[in-house]
């Protein structure tokens, strides 16, 4: 059978952190009561106009920036129209002609197996990053034969990332996605929570033979964690080639994926193939960005955004945090990435560092394999931890100074994750763990110990 | 000079105390209801204009008046949002429709003091030449009762003579009738393919198109966002000048306002035009131009040559494709500015229950006339791409 080449390219929404909307003023927050974050504007009132957020249009250049893309200093703002509740105006703004900035990359890392012991980095080409609008939220209420609209989501600002299909696999395109996550929150320029609707992936599968040209692609919806985007983009990679296998087509639909059965469905007909009659935004002008060289004289600083500026101005992202903290504290590349990957834990650990004598690289060991697991088996995050830096710190010294043992350490720890505010050292003497260090002492608890056990002694002496 | 406008004597009147500001709102409102028959008001506000007018009066008693407009009645063309006042676009669809805000230049001249006195009738969401296809009816041009226009016609029973009056041409008729029939002092139109000029014309008074980008559009219902703007109707040209200074000037709720500072300025006495160059445009003179129409345009010509002026014959090569141009463009534009009349957020809502489909359909074919609908089908055929 000749092998199959699965192709997989990603189309991420990605809300912008900002106060307000990317055309008007009204507030963006999570969860508040229904309609109450509606602007004129949003509401599509006849007459109202949209007004550029200049916080939105940073964020977009830092995320570009970020990405290694080329960005546009005349980009272009255009309306794409279909009829839905959830679309007051009939159309969305979006950049479809000319997109705030192209060309990029990211690079991930994967593990080849699955020890973490051997990494490999990847990239994947950004195409483009555009500035949009969300839409709002509608419920469907069946058994009252209405649809519920809420509006309070309608004109958030949204980066649209398209990721080429440079990807092979549900673990590539997740990878990718977790790696883009961090970098917006480390930037800041969105919250990426997948769960609060921060961060929608989209993903783009089809298969071929190699030498042959691409096939038919699907697009895949309604995933809502990294996991499932793993789980999606494999299970749809496998239906496409048994499909081909078994003689059928793959049609050129979307699918959305069902996480109770953890299978792509065909998504109810929207229509066939939508015309969105794409045509220029006539109330917004051409959105032009200067850097140093281009910025004129006397032009008011308030007024323009500055390319250069914000470039001077970024944070470190991810890949420069890991080979920081490899550098520094002499830790495999491994460790920086699952460091990095839990929120607060790469603090935690530099915390810990700083408060004791054990070298980093036995730190790491605790870190990783004891308070993480914890963590995790009791899904807590980094800050809901009951140990906090400063004893685990304490009990990483003992064991440094050889007061206990580690497998006495161990079981402090243990103690400790009951968080009954006692100390490491309170709970050694509790339990008696202190290490002899006397070695008279030693040979008279050994003594004991073989005097009340003579018959096991004769046993073990004659074999 | 500004001082000449007729705005400006008003306004010396009511300094002097020679007319209060309620005096002449009550008169131009007993004014609009008994030329009541040219349908030039859709809604009049009378109760908020006479409030107005009070308010102006109290600042003339102090010697606090806000400007020139301050106590002005003026109109506004029923398709700009008014806070408190119906806002119909002279549409089903937006019949009863209250809006929330204020346009800006409708603000603009409230914050100048000027008095209210209602919304004007025009063509259905200011589609027309002729502000004969709104849903309340057309306008009557007041010319249709001159002595003039009743010696040219033939006597005539009287349902016959009753249904002989003229059109006002449109969009903006509304505002050109209440102008030219002396019930307001000023009016805003909106012009996005003569609009304001058009109506001007055809009922006698003076019709301004400013500069894209001069004006806010903000609150103006748009028919053409890359073509609209508010328009003004005076009766003199000393009055659009002060409109047009008290309306200018950027407005950050309008991207596509010029950001430059605006400089009010002041209509010289123009005396000597010999520095003036005039063109002609060749391509205007058109198959199908009224030998009336192209005796007027000779005469206009030859005033200023003898007054002066350099008056030569230029081409815009263009001009034969522009009616073109500007339906494609305009349809396609209307297209997507019609999309928001859904029923959902505001507005008519059809009855139509089945489907969020079937009561958009029927709520936009309920709401919209066949002028408007039949802009709606040509611009969605243009911008599709198969």
């Not at chain 1, 059978?1 to 999570?30: D, M």
């Not at chain 2, 030219?180 to 055809?202: E, K």
């Amino acid at each position: 059978l000749a092998p199959w080449i699965p192709v997989v390219g990603l189309e991420i929404h990605a809300q912008i952190s900002s106060n307000s909307k990317l055309f008007s003023g009204s507030q963006v927050q999570f969860a508040a009561p229904p309609n109450s974050l509606v602007s004129f504007f949003d509401a599509s009132l006849p007459g109202t106009l949209p007004v550029l957020n200049r916080r939105c249009v940073e964020a977009a250049v830092m995320t570009g920036l970020a990405l290694n893309c080329s960005i546009n200093k005349k980009s272009l703002f255009d309306r794409k129209h279909y009829f839905y509740a959830d679309l007051p105006a009939g159309y969305q703004i979006t950049q479809q002609r000319v997109p705030i900035a192209v060309n990029g990359s990211l690079s991930y890392s994967l593990c080849i197996d699955n020890k973490m012991s051997q990494m490999v980095t990847k990239t994947v080409r950004i195409k483009q990053i555009q500035l949009e609008q969300d839409s709002g939220k509608s419920l469907h209420d069946d058994t009252r034969c209405q649809t519920l609209v809420d509006l309070n989501r309608a004109g958030v600002g949204l980066m649209e990332v398209v990721m080429e299909p440079d990807m092979c696999c549900g673990e590539e395109a997740a990878a990718a996605v977790r790696e883009l996550q961090l970098i917006l929150q480390t930037l800041g320029s969105s919250q990426a929570v997948m769960a609060e609707g921060q961060l929608r992936v989209d993903a783009n599968v089809s298969v071929h033979h190699p030498g042959e040209p691409y096939g038919v692609r699907t697009e895949v919806k309604n995933i809502n964690s990294i996991r499932f985007l793993a789980k999606a983009v494999d299970y749809e990679i496998q239906r496409q080639i048994e499909e081909l296998e078994n003689g059928g087509t793959i049609l050129n639909e979307t699918r959305a994926f069902d996480s109770k059965l953890g299978c792509t469905v065909p998504m109810r007909d929207k229509e066939g193939k939508q015309d969105y009659r794409f045509m220029p935004e006539p109330n917004l002008p051409p959105l032009i960005l200067y850097d140093t060289k281009s910025l004129p004289a006397n032009m008011n600083h308030q007024q323009v955004i500055n390319i250069d500026w914000i470039q001077e101005r970024l944070p470190d992202l991810p890949s420069v945090k890991r080979e920081k903290l490899v550098e520094q504290y002499g830790i495999l590349p491994e460790h920086s990435f699952t460091l990095l990957n839990e929120d607060g834990l790469a603090e935690f650990f530099e915390s810990v560092v700083k408060q004791t004598q054990m070298k980093p690289k036995k730190v790491i060991g605790w870190i990783l394999n004891d308070l993480l697991s914890y963590l995790k088996q009791h899904s807590l995050t980094v800050k809901e931890s009951p140990v906090s830096s400063i004893l685990l710190a304490d009990l990483l010294n003992l064991l440094e100074k050889k007061e206990i043992s580690s497998t006495a350490a161990k079981r402090v720890l243990a103690e400790l994750w009951k968080g009954e505010g006692k100390t490491p050292l309170e709970i050694v003497k509790e339990q008696k763990l202190e290490l002899l260090q006397d070695q008279k002492e030693l040979e008279q608890i050994c003594q004991a110990v073989i005097d009340g056990q003579e018959n096991e002694v004769i046993m073990m002496v004659l074999g | 000079a500004l001082k000449d406008g007729l705005c400006s004597q008003v306004s010396a009147a009511l300094k002097e105390g020679r007319v209060t500001p309620t005096e002449l709102c009550q008169r131009c409102l007993a004014l609009v209801k008994s030329t009541k028959f040219l349908n030039a008001y859709i809604t009049v506000a009378e109760e908020t204009a006479l409030k107005q007018a009070e308010e102006s009066e109290e600042r003339y008693k102090r010697g606090q008046p806000l400007g020139i407009l301050d106590g002005i009645p003026i109109a506004v063309k029923d398709n700009f949002n008014t806070a408190g006042i119906e806002t119909t676009c002279a549409s089903n669809m937006l019949k009863g429709y209250i809006s929330p805000y204020n346009a800006t230049v409708v603000q603009k001249l409230l914050d100048h003091g000027a008095v209210l006195l209602g919304k004007t009738n025009l063509d259905e969401f200011a589609m027309g030449s002729g502000s004969t296809d709104g849903v309340f009816g057309p306008v009557r041009n007041p010319w249709s009762y001159s002595k003039q226009y009743k010696e040219k016609s033939v006597p005539k029973s009287h349902s016959e003579e009753e249904s002989d009056w003229v059109i006002t041409g449109g969009s903006s008729g509304g505002s050109a009738a209440a102008v030219s029939s002396f019930t307001c002092f000023a009016a805003l139109g909106s012009d996005t393919g003569g609009s304001t000029r058009n109506p001007a014309a055809h009922c006698g008074v003076v019709g301004l198109k400013p500069t894209y980008g001069l004006i806010s559009r903000h609150g103006l219902i748009p028919l053409v966002n890359s073509m609209d703007v508010p328009g003004i109707l005076t009766r003199c040209v000393d009055d659009a000048a002060v409109l047009l200074g008290s309306l200018a000037g950027h407005d950050p709720k309008d991207s596509t306002t010029i950001q430059d500072d605006f400089k009010p300025f002041e209509l010289p006495n123009l005396t000597d035009v010999s520095k003036l160059s005039i063109g002609i445009p060749k391509e205007y003179h058109a198959p199908g131009l009224s030998s009336e129409i192209l005796a007027l345009w000779s005469k206009a010509a030859d005033l200023f040559k003898n007054a002066g002026a350099k008056v030569v014959e230029v081409s815009l090569p263009h001009t034969r494709y522009s009616i073109v141009c500007y339906h494609v463009l305009c349809t396609a534009e209307v297209a997507s500015n019609m999309a928001r009349f859904d029923g959902l957020e505001y507005g008519h809502r059809s009855d139509m229950k089945d489907s969020t489909e079937s009561m958009y359909a029927a709520t936009r074919r309920e709401g919209f006339n066949d002028v408007v609908r039949g802009r709606i089908l040509s611009g969605n055929y243009f911008l599709l791409k198969q």
